[in-house]
């Protein structure tokens, strides 16, 4: 039975809306994710692709799922209902919104452990762990990490905790707080690293690596690889955008706003690159390492270096900023249904959701040790989390946005929300109603035959 409740909350401001959005964009995505992508994929070749990927993807998307969200006003599920109601189609587009929430549930419960490796490793290389260890040892440290369960699951516990508290005191003096304090925090700790690597060697090589085009390397492969990351790299199809587009005013500016969110993810996401691959080439290390790149390869690096312990401590916190600005918008559709659809105020639904994802994070933190053995086709439960959301959940709630926004929407009305004269609309439309569309379908098939 829903719960009426009234005085759903606003964003005190655009500037707040807009650092929230980029903190949920601003992920392990961008800071553990991208750099390594860029390293298996041809470097500057793979920057290209994204670049390209995310302003036909990603961009229009992205404005979809927030002027879905702001005509709503409610959450993701409620918010497809009324609003096909209100088109004169189906509420059964509500399952758009059913799937969202799930899909952000589901993708907390494994990121949340992913977050506590981060917590760890601020402590590791804070107290100087690292010093004068060889490739092997390092490799051991991490590999011991996940073979102890305790470990893993006070971290998960300590990661879920800060997300919960967050979130629970509320979108603005929560949510948008904690966004305005730590992105710009971010962005102080990443141009450091980034002044560190300019002054101490291997930066020419990273600019080289990022940015000199080589377009020989520009293959299917990667651009699969970029149009699944810019899809992804924006939080959409997760339920989180339609919910912070409920917290929206009329008097926000869609298509400039997102234009400065996709801007400034970009911007992170290579300025990452900058913090990341000078200290990779300085120490001789492999940009291709892939995911280790970040928990392996690095400490390698910080525990060799001049300043490494306060580098890489730095290094942490930055991880581990981009998590919890994620993690919490993960956690918001959520506890926003809760609030909405049950008797419970916002610091139950907060207690009620995030201790379910706590206790599925639990399972999945299993998976690296003690049920090691117990697979899902043959998937461990991490895994099996992570294939789920990433290759089903995801693309199909992106997929069913964007054809309820450019199908089943009434377009003119669209066309006056986003004051696009007619020429950009024309455009407009070309990309919201085939462009977008096919390329979510092409990752979809490709993620399932790959």
């Known amino acids: 039975m829903a719960i009426n409740k009234q005085d759903h909350a606003q964003w005190s401001s655009s500037f707040g809306f807009v650092l929230a959005a980029v903190g949920s964009a601003v992920g392990l995505g961008n800071i553990w994710k991208f750099p390594y992508m860029v390293g298996e994929s041809g470097g500057s070749a793979f920057v290209i692709a994204y670049l390209f990927c995310i302003a036909l993807v990603g961009f229009p998307v992205l404005v979809a ?63 100087g762990s690292f010093a004068g260890q060889n490739s092997d040892s390092v490799a051991a440290t991490f590999d011991g990490m996940l073979a102890s369960a305790g470990t893993l699951t006070i971290w998960h516990t300590v990661f879920m905790i800060i997300t919960a508290l967050i979130v629970g ?52 492969d990667v651009m699969l690889a970029a149009l699944g990351h810019a899809f992804f790299t924006l939080s959409i199809g997760m339920g989180i955008m339609v919910a912070y587009g409920s917290y929206l005013g009329r008097e926000v500016n869609l298509l400039k706003t997102a234009r400065t969110v996709v801007i400034l993810d970009t911007v992170i996401a290579l300025a990452a690159g900058l913090a990341i691959f000078p200290i990779i080439f300085s120490n001789g290390l492999d940009p291709a390492s892939g995911p280790g790149l970040i928990f392996v390869s690095l400490p390698i690096a910080f525990g060799g270096m001049a300043g490494g312990t306060i580098i890489g401590t730095l290094f942490f916190l930055l991880i581990t900023f981009a998590a919890v600005t994620s993690s919490i918008s993960l956690l918001e559709p959520s506890v926003e249904f809760l609030e909405e ?21 639990i399972a ?21 989390l992570d294939k789920l959301t990433s290759k089903f959940l995801l693309p199909l709630t992106g997929l069913a946005g964007i054809i309820f926004f450019a199908w089943r929407m009434d377009q003119r009305s669209i066309q006056q929300e986003l004051n696009l004269s007619n020429g950009a609309w024309q455009i407009w439309q070309i990309i919201t109603k085939f462009v977008a569309p096919i390329a979510i379908i092409v990752i979809f098939v490709v993620a399932l035959i790959g």
């Open 341 to 361: 659809r049950t008797s419970m105020n916002r610091t139950m639904s907060t207690i009620a959701a995030s201790t379910v994802i706590w206790l599925l994070g």
């Open 364 to 384: 999945a933190l299993l998976s690296f040790n003690l049920w090691s053995d117990f697979t899902i086709m043959g998937n461990g439960i991490f895994d099996a």
């Open 169 to 220: 005191i509320g979108v603005t003096r929560g949510i948008e707080n904690a966004a305005k304090i730590m992105m710009p925090l971010l962005g102080v700790i990443l141009f450091i690293i980034v002044g560190y690597n300019v002054i101490n060697g291997g930066f020419g090589e990273a600019v080289n690596y990022l940015f000199a085009p080589d377009l020989s390397k520009l293959t299917v």
């Open 65 to 127: 799922e927030w002027l879905i969200g702001r005509r709503g006003q409610k959450n993701p599920i409620n918010t497809f209902k009324d609003v096909a109601v209100s088109e004169g189609k189906s509420s059964s587009w509500g399952i758009v919104g059913v799937t969202g929430i799930l899909g952000g549930f589901l993708i907390l419960s494994f990121y949340s452990v992913i977050g506590g490796w981060a917590l760890n490793y601020i402590t590791k290389v804070g107290t």
